[in-house]
């Protein structure tokens, strides 16, 4: 990767840490503890936020005509992303062994801390789960797609690419035909190594 770039790289990721730690900082003025994946609030946290609870009979009573009319197409597409989860979860699960490919685990990407909040009462709960399950999908399948778009064509667009995915940049320049199959060997490679390290991290037996 040429040198600039991956200075910018690391200068991004070093805004991301210190975003990170800037959130963590406001979770711990809310007095939020995370324990083994759960989140814990004081008991005064607690109360204090269920002062704020709207309750479910006026939630869905009270609701504005233009929410109610979105309803019959935001829970259908449920149905098709249960079986994008289960076609990409199977994809990567056959083909990156077969290519050396280091999996990417699934668990990582679907977060659902919002159900501890006591200021929102269940349907609101539920919807929150919901959109923390499509956009954790997005993630998922977009790191799948990622890697095997690193596998099979790391080549860098022409055109400006909105939102490109944490592999994008390493990959082998537009037009550069001469380095090319070079750049291909190179990051097929590193595929592999990280698939090795993920091996060696597993435990015997």
């Keep these: 990767m040429n040198a600039p770039i991956q200075e910018f790289l690391d200068r991004i990721l070093q805004l991301e840490a210190a975003i990170?730690?800037?959130?963590?900082s406001r979770r711990q003025q809310w007095q939020a503890d995370f324990e083994e994946?759960?989140?814990?609030f004081d008991q005064e946290v607690l109360?204090?936020?269920?002062?704020f609870k709207q309750g479910l009979f006026a939630y869905v009573f009270m609701a504005q005509w233009r929410h109610v009319l979105c309803v019959p197409f935001i829970y259908p597409v449920l149905l098709p992303m249960l079986l994008l989860d289960a076609l990409v979860t199977l994809y990567q699960r056959v083909c990156f062994p077969l290519c050396g490919m280091p999996?990417?685990?699934?668990?990582?990407?679907?977060?659902y801390d919002r159900t501890h909040l006591a200021y929102l009462n269940w349907l609101e709960k539920i919807n929150c789960a919901y959109c923390s399950y499509g956009n954790g999908l997005m993630a998922y399948g977009r790191e799948v797609?990622?890697?095997?778009?690193?596998?099979?064509?790391?080549?860098?667009?022409a055109r400006r690419r909105m939102q490109a995915h944490a592999h994008y940049h390493g990959f082998a320049d537009f037009g550069d035909?001469?380095?090319y199959?070079?750049?291909?060997?190179?990051?097929?490679?590193?595929?592999?190594?990280?698939?090795?390290?993920?091996?060696?991290r597993q435990p015997l037996g």
Excluded: M
């Excluded at 994946?37 to 814990?40: A, I, K, S």
């Excluded at 999996?103 to 977060?111: A, E, I, L, T």
């Excluded at 797609?145 to 667009?157: D, N, R």
């Design 145 to 157: 797609v990622g890697l095997t778009e690193q596998y099979w064509c790391p080549i860098k667009h």
């Design 103 to 111: 999996y990417v685990k699934r668990s990582d990407y679907f977060v």
């Design 20 to 24: 990170e730690q800037e959130a963590k």
């Design 37 to 40: 994946h759960q989140v814990r």
């Design 177 to 179: 035909a001469e380095n």
């Design 181 to 200: 199959r070079a750049e291909l060997t190179r990051l097929r490679a590193e595929l592999k190594s990280l698939r090795d390290q993920e091996k060696a």
């Design 47 to 51: 109360a204090q936020q269920k002062r």
